[in-house]
């Protein structure tokens, strides 16, 4: 004890609290554990920068010093020539050259307001059935949409399309009338009668007599042949996408249906589709069609091929919603059951809307699957976007252009499918109900 | 569209109730009713046929469809093109997807007897050569063993290519590749060593390289490619009437009928055969159920042989082609069309 003051030195206040040293914060920290963490990962790290800088080094010069404004490849290279002394650089003009053509393909230029309307009424149409803030009204028009979307692009009087859209008017308001006295399946059945009824017997000579009494609403007929480009793509898409859902679930319940004739039936049609390649499907539609139709019938292009895309992936969507249905617990069946819902009080308000909540990855993944596969109608000689890349180099001006024209392409469909992509995404975590 | 669903739908009710209808086989009442031909293309060979800007199609082969549109119609423009690739052409032919193919199509035996295809006449003669880059330093195509090379999936030279160089007895090995366009993109980034199609698709190539230079074309030409167009068998009529469109065609630039004094000689003139080639005497339209001003509705609408090729494919064009095989038979080289009598 007695040698306690004879220490020379003792501490009588703290030390002021000294910053972390700069080797253990913020960002050298983050490099030194992430980047640095070792003579290996040091190595690694540095091999990769040097590899990053070479990709870049060679590929933003080429994009950003590309030349935005020529007539030809020719021009392109003349105009390169004089800046750099080289070619070495992109040649953008061909996408402000050709940039409708990419778009509309081949649509008559004073009508492209109408593929813009029906592009923005599209997004309009979609907007309450994506996010549920949007006020409910607004569905009526994605209702209309379809119609309105066949009359502006494809053009000619307003009475064709008024007369399908009455057909399922007329089936919706036969379906209500025949559903107060029994059976699901009875009003079903009643519906599909009576608007084939109308669509095939009665609707046809109304709208011949009124095309020629009163022309409303006419527009510049345009042939399918001449659309194209982007465009294409969104109508096959976006119809595709809206057909192969309902479709899908349908084709889905039927293959868990107790009823023989029923189930054999969705199966037979799942597996057949599923076994034959799309680009199959599109020859038959494209060029063996004929086969089965008489002399001097035509039956449109586009048509055929939205059919044929929306049956594909219908089959894909229905396998995709039975492993949402067998991943329900039998429980939520039962449970249904015993709250004396029947079966499609029960589908509707228990059944579908997990299952549906279960498959939302897999049911993005069909749909921008199948936005993909639309580029597969280049073969059948529909002129998308890769199609036109085809065309236009085959074009003198524009011959031997290749990585322009593609990167173009690639971005404007990595876009899309992205947003789809985030979309579902977003939708998952909204609708996620369980405690994590 | 709303009438053709409609006429689909009626269409497909129809079959299944087992109504079958009239077979009305007849390809130009078929044309006349529907007041349109639908010819199948090229979807891309500059020169041949490819969509402009606008998206109308233009090109040597396109003159063709749009001569018998002319003739059939007394329109050139009433066409409906369907851009067919090589592999399904025959088949979009034959299940009456077009009426007439003129589609850079080589007439072979298999394809006019097996396939059941009617070729009426050629249009151009071709041959198949290679292309290879200067530092190859290869000088014919018999120093190609070993190569590998660029080729056009279903067509004649593919086939033709694995002949010459069995024959020979070399190895090469094949790249499959879809298009023209998608060829000349390979050759380029150097994923083969050779790029073999018909001569004139590579004299247009070449023009279009950034270095023409840097690549020479082989004297070899290996094979006879006669391309014409060509309709289904079955229909002579029809077949008759693409034939004589292009003969008409052919004709008219050996009598020195042009776009341009077609309607004054067609007041008459001293020579019989052109009088009766643009339907001043004689009857030769109505032989082939036509109008008697069928040719000189070509002619006024569309131009002569030479006309078109000078246009289209000449020597003053990107293309640039001289006139070769496909001179007239009054100037060495092979295109001669039978006497309009």
Redesign the interface.
């Known amino acids: 004890m007695s040698n306690t003051n004879s220490l020379s030195y003792v501490r009588k206040e703290m030390l002021e609290q000294q910053p972390a040293p700069r080797s253990q914060v913020g960002f050298t920290r983050w490099m030194r554990e992430n980047l640095f963490s070792g003579w290996f990962n040091s190595i690694l790290t540095i091999v990769s920068i040097f590899v990053i800088y070479k990709i870049l080094a060679g590929t933003l010069p080429w994009l950003f010093g590309g030349v935005w404004d020529a007539t030809s490849l020719e021009q392109c290279r003349t105009i390169l020539n004089e800046r750099f002394g080289n070619t070495h650089y992109a040649c953008w003009a061909v996408l402000t050259e050709r940039w409708n053509q990419l778009l509309y393909g081949f649509y008559p230029e004073t009508e492209y307001w109408r593929a813009n309307l029906a592009f923005f009424l599209m997004l309009a149409a979609l907007a309450p059935v994506l996010f549920d803030k949007v006020p409910r009204k607004m569905l009526y028009l994605t209702m209309a949409f379809p119609f309105l979307l066949v009359w502006l692009v494809w053009g000619g009087a307003i009475w064709g399309v008024t007369s399908v859209a009455v057909g399922f008017v007329l089936g919706g308001v036969a379906f209500k009338l025949v559903d107060r006295f029994g059976s699901m399946a009875l009003s079903a059945i009643a519906a599909v009668a009576v608007a084939v009824v109308w669509w095939l017997l009665i609707g046809p000579s109304v709208v011949e007599g009124l095309n020629s009494t009163l022309p409303l609403g006419h527009l510049e007929e345009v042939q399918s042949r001449d659309l194209g480009g982007f465009m294409i793509c969104v109508i096959i898409g976006i119809s595709g996408i809206a057909l192969s859902l309902p479709i899908g679930i349908v084709l889905a319940l039927g293959r868990q249906s107790d009823l023989f004739i029923v189930k054999t039936i969705c199966v037979g049609f799942i597996e057949f589709i599923r076994g034959v390649p799309l680009i199959t499907l599109l020859f038959t539609a494209s060029l063996l069609l004929n086969y089965f139709l008489p002399p001097g019938t035509t039956f449109d292009l586009t048509l055929r091929v939205i059919i044929m895309v929306t049956l594909f992936s219908s089959a894909y969507m229905a396998e995709v919603i039975r492993g949402g249905l067998a991943a329900l617990p039998k429980g939520q069946y039962e449970a249904a059951d015993a709250l004396g819902l029947d079966y499609w009080k029960a589908q509707r308000l228990i059944i579908m809307p997990q299952a549906l909540k279960i498959s939302i990855p897999g049911i993005v993944n069909t749909f921008i699957g199948l936005f993909k596969d639309t580029t597969l109608v280049m073969f059948i000689g529909i002129y998308d976007m890769l199609g036109l890349s085809n065309a236009i180099r085959a074009n003198a001006a524009w011959n031997g252009i290749y990585w322009e024209l593609f990167i173009f392409i690639g971005l404007v469909f990595w876009i899309c499918c992205f947003a789809m992509s985030q979309y579902s995404q977003w939708l998952e975590r909204k609708l996620r109900t369980d405690h994590r | ?11 497909l ?3 299944a109730a087992g109504t ?2 009239a ?3 007849s390809t130009l009442a ?1 044309v006349k ?2 007041g349109v031909l639908k010819c199948g293309v090229n ?5 041949f046929a ?6 109308n199609f233009v090109g040597f082969d396109v003159d063709v469809c749009r001569a018998v549109a002319a003739a059939v119609l007394g329109d050139s423009e009433a066409v ?6 090589s592999a ?1 052409r025959f ?2 032919l034959a ?3 077009v009426d007439m193919l003129a589609r850079n199509t080589t007439w072979t035996f298999s394809r006019d007897v097996d396939l059941k295809n009617t070729f009426v006449g050629v249009n151009y003669y071709d041959g198949q050569g290679f292309m290879v880059p200067k530092d190859l330093g290869v000088s014919s195509a018999k120093e190609l063993g070993g190569a590998t090379v660029c080729i056009e999936t279903g067509t004649t030279t593919e086939l033709n290519l694995a002949d010459y160089f069995r024959v020979n007895n070399m190895d090469y090995e094949p790249v499959p590749v879809e ?4 060829a ?2 390979q050759f ?1 980034a150097g994923a083969c060593d050779v790029y073999t199609t018909d001569a004139s698709a590579l004299a ?2 070449r023009a ?3 270095n023409p230079e840097g690549y020479v074309v082989l004297p070899e030409i290996i094979s006879k490619e006669p391309l014409g167009p060509l309709v289904r068998h079955g229909d002579d009529n029809w077949g008759d009437i693409v034939r004589w469109s292009l003969n008409a065609m052919i004709a008219a630039e050996e009598y020195g009928v042009t776009s341009a004094n077609a309607s004054e000689l067609a007041n008459g003139t001293e020579n019989p055969e052109i009088n009766r080639l643009l339907g001043v005497e004689g009857e030769l339209g109505a032989m082939l159920g036509l109008d008697n001003a069928w040719a000189l509705n070509i002619l006024t609408q569309v131009g002569n042989y030479g006309e078109s090729f000078e246009k289209n494919i000449g020597e003053n ?3 640039g082609l001289a006139r070769g095989l496909n001179a007239q038979w009054t100037e060495g080289g092979l295109i001669y069309s039978p006497p309009f009598r």
């Open positions: 569209m709303k009438k053709s669903v409609f006429l689909g739908a009626l269409t009710a129809g079959l079958a209808m077979q009305d086989s078929a009713e529907r979807p891309g060979t500059p020169g490819a969509p402009d800007a606008n998206g409906e093109y369907t851009p067919l690739t399904v088949t979009a299940s009456g997807e298009s023209f366009t998608e000349q993109t380029l247009a190539s279009s390289f950034e064009t990107p293309v």
